[in-house]
């Protein structure tokens, strides 16, 4: 079939790939169309923090000419992608949705675009996030909130909500994003696109400027299963500058997506991430879910996790004690934001001014918990307590998976919440990650991936899949028989439903 | 009430009062590349040139542990007595400062590589030399921070600089930081106590391989800290003396703070826990920041590195690689060039042991050895507050400085000179030897011209001589020496004018 040019920007990657590498249509065209639907619609999603016209155009060009030239290219050639803020580029501006680092642009890539840059991804530029990852509803970018294509009065998930939004509004068909307590997951869940943080160690670090970095991983969304394994496969793997990412081979991904089968698997449902707190129409479609699953052949067990229930406390000691830290380096000496440099004001003041101009109150509020958290006299009430609820839930996962071989849940306990409701109200905002924390605290790999829409208010629900670590292939395996086994119901993905923009 | 300088003699003090040291010893160690990335680590290149994202602690950078810093530690702490840990982390220590591109320090803290060990030391006293065990706390691994110049301003420091230069060069350098448990019981041997332990952690250190210590570039940093008690009483109050970078200035750092602490408690005051800045210049510190409100480092594991988990094998497999250790090789010396201990004793409290030995192992006799290593070429480091090996002198230039004595074309004066241009960069032995023109007259047909010269210059000496006043040679000895600009041999001169002169002695 060939690929229409109208169409091309609601295809799959995988489709365009194939188009691309049968000469069917060129990476130019699909580039082309993909600037040209950012131009139209992100006026009103505001997605994107900085679009890569030129440098977009001249990769698609690139790789064009070398296609034309014989060169045989990787399964994702010529695709275009929407790279999260917060990863590195050469040159390209990197504000990670802060004040404080306006105007840097850094001086090296990051591996994941490093092996973007390998795989013949196209990157048209870099998307809106909650600031330093702090969020669960892009509202904390400090360039605006970026809104959900499903209602544009209402959030698009975070802290990777212009990644999910992107995918959503067919501004991009693979997205980058990066995950520390659900900011893939959760975008993914609220609009209706499929996101996966692989094993903590999977997918490299080197470049993704940190949050917190024992519980930070990067990881591949897209609207199929398959184009996130197939991205998946493309960022994945050992890299000897990050000394945290693991030495063994990846899991095959993107076999697991094509098997798409279940049958014989044992699915575990986490008793403690259902019920109370959960929205009735994610908690139906949850269970509809589960239903199609059986009728696939899968085992369906319930597992408890009893220490989840600390998870997000301990969750809400470890990143804002890592972040205090790992946020220390934004003090105007170097690079980014210089406030208050009068030639008379000491260093001090200097760092002080820039850092109190810079971050916004959110980020703020998290390294005034984490400065606490690790002060002298107060580190093993907080930090130290953390860290053994952490070993608790990792061994409430070890013994889940003697049970099943992968757990589900819902992904978030709401669909897409209104712009406002919850941005004055911390906690509220961080209930949103219950269901998506613990598997950070755990490093373990887990999926988001649609399931319907809540029949009160017609936005999109999200079923999580978690497997044990280096098991990432089992999402796919799960994701892929589930979204088929949806897409046979429904006829189309749930994507196709979204309003028009 | 008393100033900050004010002190009593250190011996009414230490009359008094009994020290207790501390020391926190900083080196960098000698490896090719920077403690977390490839960056090169070699001293004196333009500023900001040898940094990467990783050491200028950009955004998104992280860190990946240097193997041979790790080796490097782990044969220093083996060669100090001390026990590997199986398993150990790195922590980041927090605070702000421009020096620290990430505004924190990627160190050790509760968990440190090597750990309980001991360095035996001596030290000379009147009643011979004397040994001191002194017993190592930890040896853990950091990284350098960059290194500030403030310009403008009367202090040189950060406070009323007009501006402030950082060069992150330094900044990711792998150190090793060595912390003695507390020291008591030298009494008035102390500061020789501490200069002993010094030497002796760099001359293991050197004997290591693991750093070669050059101190006049700051790649040995000492803290002291010390405080005074009364016999029998607790501990008192310690201050902590920061930016003690010579072996004489640790000597001199511990002595004036004993000075400076007996003073403020013989006059009823109370010694702050504060940082101190040793100046070199007066051999005095001044107060630094106080300490008496602990600041918190907000220690906690570093996430972005994995834990350092030694095998044993490794261990013993790096045990088997020690050298001599620096104080088994001074007994084997002494025994084998069976020297008198004074005489040892100099040597040592010069540095010049291994220069000395690499000296004789290079074909020189071993009193030659020691006299131009402890006479001239000590006086003349001593001259410019440098350390010996710091001269530019090897045993290599000895050796051939010897050989060329040996056969004449060289005097002892003319080879001094050959170390004075050794020592000014001009070149090897030879180099300097023909730059300088520096060659021992002993063609006689040319002395003999000069002699005649000399002779008819001054007819009234010659009558002298002539007249039975031998001893009035040394003019005309002194008229040829000056002639042949020093080079001719004078013992020489001397003959051949008496001769000339038909005059026995
Ligand atoms: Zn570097």
Redesign the interface.
Known sequence: MAVMEDDLVRQDAATLASAIARGEVSSEEVTRAHLDRIAEVDGEVHAFLHVLNDEAMESARAIDARRAAGERLGPLAGVPLALKDV??MTGVP?T?GSRI?EG?R???D?TVVERLRAADVVILGKTNMDEFAMGSSTEHSAYGPTRNPWDLERIPGGSGGGSAAALAAFEAPLAIGTDTGGSIRQPASVTGTVGVKPTYGGVS??????L???LDQPGPCARTVLDTALLHAAIAGHD?????SIQAPVPDVVAAARQADVRGMRVGLVRELSGEGYQTGVSQRFDEAVKILTDLGAEVVEVSCPNFEYALAAYYLILP??A??NL????G???GLREGDDGAR???EV?ALTREAGFGPEVKRRIMIG?YA???GY?DAY?GSAQKVRTLITRDFEAAFTQADVLISPTAPTTAFKIGDKVDDPLAMYLNDIATIPVNLAGNAAMSLPVGLAPEDGLPVGLQVMAPPMADDRLYRVGSALEAALVDRWGHLLIEEAPQL | MSTDHDTIPFDEAIAVFDPVLGLETHVELGTASKMWCGCPTEFGADANTQVCPVCLGLPGSMPVVNAAAVESTIRMGLALNCSIAEWCRFARKNYFYPDMPKDYQISQYDEPLCFDGYLDVTVETDDGPREFRVEIERVHMEEDTGKLTHTGGATGRIHGADYSLVDYNRAGIPLIEIVTKPVAGAGALAPQVARAYVTELRDLMRALGVSDVRMEEGSLRCDVNVSLARPGEPWGTRSETKNVNSLRSVERAVHSEIERQAHVLLNGGRVVQETRHFHEDTGRSTSGRSKEQAEDYRYFPEPDLVPVAPSREWVEELRGTLPENPSVKRARLRAEWGISDHDFQTIVNAGALDLVEESIAAGVDQAAARKWWTGELTRVANDREIELDALGVTPAHIARIEALLADGSLSDKLARQVFEGIIAGEGDVDAVVSGRGLVVVSDDSALLEAIDVALAEQPDVVEKIQGGKVQAAGAIVGAVMKATRGQADAAKVRTLLLERLGVSE
């Open positions: 990863l590195t990197t990670c680092l840097w850094p001086p090296y990051s670090r080197y470049g993704l400027v940190a917190a970095s024992s000897p500058r990050d000394s945290t004690s890592e205090s830290s220390a380096r934004f003090d000496m170097r690079y000491s260093v001090e760092m400065t690790l002060s002298s580190y930090y």
